[in-house]
């Protein structure tokens, strides 16, 4: 499909790898306790809010207000955020350094990610310095899949949306782009979605 010309990239489930459970593993030393306490206290949909533009301090101090019992490893959510962070994703990384390679795109970052937390990881993490241009829901104050945030994304840098090809490993966010007239595919890092990737692209992976 050579009238693609910008690839647009998620970054959390595909260039880099964020989980909690990397650092409350060993604040919990019970699996059990850990799953429990991610899955119904410190949710990704209250993560979510940080995402979405609200600072680590105050949704801390909220969610501690409300589960007093577990005010401890609540109030730890940001000191232990860089180990969430363990580092990139070997498959998404292969992708990124053939679109690059191929020199015929630009490459933009479309990304749930806190406004507090982006800057450290952008000077960490060099590769995302060769974007085009990126983004991040915190500074907008708003999510995927919100469809405002995909259009923000298609005004700032003059996409056309037909020429235009964004992957995210959460379906939703791939259904949002496709509704707004972007070539969308979710990302799984198999070796049949790589394959999948390089044929839309035309290019080798």
């Known amino acids: 499909m050579d ?16 989980n909690p459970r990397y ?8 699996d059990q306790k850990m799953e429990y306490f991610l899955q119904n206290i410190a ?6 809010q940080m995402d979405k533009g609200r600072s680590f ?7 501690a207000e409300q589960y007093p019992e ?14 969430m962070l363990k580092g990139p994703i070997e498959s998404g990384m292969r992708v990124l350094d053939a679109v690059m ?17 982006f800057p450290g990881t952008f000077n960490k993490y060099k590769f995302l310095q060769k974007f085009e241009g990126i983004v991040v829901s915190g500074e907008e104050q708003m999510i ?28 939703q966010n791939v259904e949002t782009a496709l509704s707004r007239g972007i070539n969308a595919v979710q990302f799984t890092g198999t070796d049949k979605n790589l394959e999948q990737i390089a044929k839309i692209l035309n290019i080798k992976i």
């Open 101 to 117: 390679n191929a020199q015929k795109f630009k490459v933009y970052g479309l990304t749930n990610w806190s406004a507090e937390t």
């Open 3 to 18: 009238t693609i010309k910008n690839v647009v990239f998620d970054f959390g489930g595909v260039l880099l790898d964020w």
């Open 57 to 63: 301090e105050e949704c801390m101090k909220e969610l």
């Open 144 to 171: 995927k899949p919100e469809k405002g945030i995909y259009l923000t994304l298609i005004e700032r840098y003059n996409l056309v949306p037909e020429e235009t090809f964004f992957m995210d490993d959460n379906i």
């Open 23 to 30: 650092f409350y593993k060993s604040i919990f030393n019970d």
């Open 70 to 83: 577990y005010k401890d490893p609540i109030m730890l959510y940001r000191k232990g955020w860089e180990t």
């Open 43 to 48: 949710t990704s949909t209250w993560n979510a």
